[in-house]
């Protein structure tokens, strides 16, 4: 199989053995992967593969057909069409997985959606509602709103009835992410142009630490803030008084390296209420640009550029 491959900090598109599914696995032809920060923070050599994934080839989502099982699978059959959050190996042109955090592609979405789909939606729906409990009717502000996970947040908040605070950095992305359902807010890290729009039952932090002080200072009574994405930095000074005061709590969690069981656990609460909303046009994977597999240090170029509206997906055929 041709996959992409991480050598002296770079990433190039070569040849390698295909892969044999094991026990309860299923060997999947992948039509398209997404691109995620932390492929391109494994590139830099600053996020080494877990151990239940390829140490060199990145990629933490796919979509695909099923074209060989495992022994003792019984999820799916040849043919089918799936998807799936995995620790790495994604970006490539087979890739066995787990039958158990397999997901099957929602009727009528296309390759380029469902291969975009998994690593955003699974860690919205985790942290907004696995996390921080986020009800209908609560107010949540998603700090890195334009990006992939931002854009699917904002989307999943707004279906489930809270209002929906988002802020962005570049002003000609605002529009766009209103659409998705939120007010937004045009702010570099740790400023402060949403606490007008506060106090927040929940603060979803996608960009840098140096937004938690304020998340504290403007959190409501018994607010929640989920820590998922530190790429502006991950070190703050903030007062605790803020977060007593609120009767606050900070969760965190990164999903790569999580086990089996809790991937397992995500992918079916991912099927019975995110994958529903696309079958009903509620909710939408938005795609900023799409690579072939060949062209994959191009799309890491592009991806790492910033400015984007949503995903960065490879396709194989
Ligand atoms: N914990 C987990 O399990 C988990 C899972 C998935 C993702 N993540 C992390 O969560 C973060 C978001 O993921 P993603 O896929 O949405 O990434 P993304 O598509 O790169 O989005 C990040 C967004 O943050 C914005 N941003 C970056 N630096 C900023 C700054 N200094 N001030 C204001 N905005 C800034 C970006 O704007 P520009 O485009 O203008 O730079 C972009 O819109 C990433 O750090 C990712 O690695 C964590």
Same mark, same amino acid.
């Given at each position: 199989m041709l996959a992409t491959v991480i050598e002296n900090e770079s990433v190039r598109c070569i040849h390698r053995p295909d892969p044999v599914p094991m026990t309860r696995e299923v060997l999947v032809r992948v039509e398209a992967a997404g691109v995620n920060g932390a492929d391109l923070l494994q590139?830099?050599?600053?996020?080494?593969?877990?151990?239940?994934?390829?140490?060199?080839?990145?990629?933490?989502?796919f979509a695909g057909e099923v074209v060989a099982l495992g022994p003792a699978t019984s999820r799916f059959a040849v043919g089918d069409r799936v998807m799936g959050l995995v620790g790495g190996g994604a970006q490539a042109e087979l890739i066995t997985v787990h039958e158990r955090v397999a997901m099957p592609v929602p009727a009528g979405l296309d390759w380029v959606a469902?291969?975009?789909?998994?690593?955003?939606?699974s860690t919205?729906?985790?942290?907004?509602f696995g996390q921080a409990h986020l009800q209908p009717g609560e107010r949540v502000l998603v700090n890195g709103g334009a990006g992939g996970v931002g854009t699917a947040a904002v989307q999943l908040a707004a279906w489930a009835g809270a209002t929906v605070v988002a802020t962005v950095r570049r002003p000609e992305l605002a529009e766009r992410v209103a659409s998705l359902g939120a007010v937004t807010v045009v702010a570099e890290v740790g400023d402060r142009q949403a606490e007008e729009h506060g106090p927040f039952d929940v603060v979803l932090e996608l960009v840098g630490a140096a937004?938690?002080? %304020?998340? $504290?200072?403007?959190?409501?009574?018994? &607010?929640? *803030?989920?820590?998922?994405?530190?790429?502006a930095?991950?070190?703050?000074?903030? %007062?605790? $008084?803020?977060?007593?005061?609120?009767? &606050?709590? *900070?969760?965190?969690?990164?999903?790569?390296?999580?086990?089996?069981?809790?991937?397992?656990? $995500?992918?079916r609460d991912v099927e019975r209420h995110v994958l529903p909303g696309f079958e009903q046009g509620r909710l939408a994977v938005h795609v900023?640009?799409?690579f072939p597999l060949a062209d994959v240090h191009d799309a890491y170029e592009h991806f790492a550029?910033?400015?984007?509206?949503?995903?960065?997906?490879?396709?194989m055929s």
């Open positions: 590139r830099r050599g600053r996020y080494p593969a877990p151990a239940d994934a390829p140490p060199d080839i990145p990629g933490l989502e469902a291969g975009a789909l998994p690593e955003i939606f919205a729906f985790d942290a907004l937004n938690l002080p %304020n998340s $504290l200072r403007w959190l409501a009574r018994g &607010g929640r *803030v989920c820590m998922i994405g530190v790429g930095g991950a070190k703050a000074e903030v %007062n605790v $008084l803020h977060l007593m005061s609120a009767r &606050g709590t *900070v969760h965190g969690s990164t999903l790569r390296s999580a086990p089996l069981e809790s991937k397992a656990a $995500l992918a900023d640009a799409t550029a910033g400015g984007k509206f949503g995903k960065v997906v490879l396709t």
